[in-house]
């Protein structure tokens, strides 16, 4: 069965702190990992990664895959308030098509 | 990047009584849907997978017959919870695929449903 694990479950910053959020999953078939953020409503589109070792960036934020061990990490800079949010790792379901299968996400609070 | 839109955003209804939520993709078209539901503190848990012009399937452990799904149109699909109960409040979230692959996915801002 597919799985997705993310740590840490929560975590408290202060303004100006980095972090690094973990995702590490097992999937029969990989195909791509995706990160989202969600604040009080839906997930919005973070990073879409496929290849290994490639660091896709946005601003503050950043996400790796490390194909090999299973993992990747998604950094955030400069930490602001409005970074508070649950971040949350998706892998497409083996054999489902679109299908999404979600971690549990890690709940991030900045504060000032 | 899509837009994905979702109808009421909140309902509070009594317990027993039918809520329909709709979902819609605004500047594409989508063939299949996704509805989730999210508890509180927890992730999001994939409910079914709505198909446009042939049946929902169903994840396990998710009612059928109490989550009615109905992929209208190429644009609209609609998840009815029936006879709810207090234990169906919940949030309720609709996702369409990209098309061309790559399994990135629009969400819908969801509906929060309380059933009192």
């Known amino acids: 069965e597919d799985k997705v694990v993310q740590s840490p479950l929560s975590l408290v910053v202060h303004e100006g702190d980095t972090v690094t959020l973990n995702c590490s999953y097992e999937?029969?078939?990989?195909?791509?990992l995706l990160w989202y953020k969600q604040e009080k409503k839906a997930p919005t589109f973070l990073f879409m990664l496929?290849?290994?070792?490639i660091e896709k960036k946005s601003g503050r934020l950043s996400s790796i895959l490390d194909k090999k061990e299973l993992f990747s990490i998604l950094n955030i800079t400069a930490t602001q308030t409005g970074d508070s949010a649950v971040y949350l790792c998706?892998?497409?379901?083996?054999?489902?098509?679109?299908?999404?299968?979600f971690g549990t996400g890690t709940q991030l609070k900045v504060e000032l | 990047g899509a837009v994905v839109s979702q109808h009421p955003s909140r309902v509070i209804c009594k317990s027993g009584t039918s809520v329909k939520i709709e979902c819609r993709s605004l500047?594409?078209?989508?063939?299949?849907m996704f509805w989730y539901r999210q508890f509180p503190k927890q992730s999001l848990m994939l409910m079914a997978t709505?198909?446009?012009?042939?049946?929902?399937?169903?994840e396990q452990g998710v009612e059928k017959d109490k989550f009615l799904i109905n992929h209208a149109s190429l644009t609209l699909s609609t998840l009815t919870v029936t006879s709810a109960h207090p234990e169906d409040s919940s949030f309720y979230i609709c996702?369409?695929?990209?098309?061309?692959?790559?399994?990135?996915?629009?969400f819908g801002p969801g509906t929060r449903l309380t059933v009192l």
């Open positions: 500047d594409f078209q989508a063939t299949t």
């Open positions: 996702s369409a695929p990209q098309t061309g692959g790559y399994n990135e996915q629009f």
């Open positions: 998706a892998v497409p379901i083996t054999g489902g098509g679109n299908k999404l299968t």
């Open positions: 496929t290849s290994s070792g």
């Open positions: 999937v029969t078939n990989f195909r791509s």
């Open positions: 709505s198909n446009e012009g042939s049946k929902a399937t169903y």
